[in-house]
């Protein structure tokens, strides 16, 4: 979706970064709800975000994650995750670790 906004504006700068909630909003006119994990301070406020993602998954939301960086996205973080990069979101599960956890 971003992608195709910053067709439609011509490029990535003139549609605001190619945010994906820009792109979603202007071609489907849906509702776009966007969450900053940046402000996430404590693991209960993680549980709440990712619940509410939980429940969009559940209501066939359309869902797209971005990271932060310089524009560059040959930058990884720690998790080897492209930054200044967007990403769709296909689903939300929770997965349990080989030891239960």
């Not at 605001?16 to 509702?31: D, E, K, S, W, Y």
């Not at 429940?55 to 080897?80: F, H, I, K, V």
Request: charged share 15%.
């Amino acid at each position: 979706m971003e992608k195709a906004w910053a067709k439609v504006k011509g490029n990535y700068l003139i549609s605001q970064g190619g945010l994906v909630a820009n792109g979603l909003r202007a071609l489907t006119g849906i509702p776009v709800f966007m969450y900053n994990t940046i402000d996430i301070k404590n693991y209960s406020e993680a549980d709440t975000l990712y619940e509410t993602i939980l429940a969009a998954d559940s209501a066939n939301y359309l869902m797209g994650a971005g990271t932060s960086g310089n524009g560059d996205n040959s930058e990884y973080n720690s998790c080897g995750i492209a930054m200044s990069h967007a990403y769709s979101i296909l689903a939300a599960f929770t997965m349990t670790g080989t030891d239960g956890s």
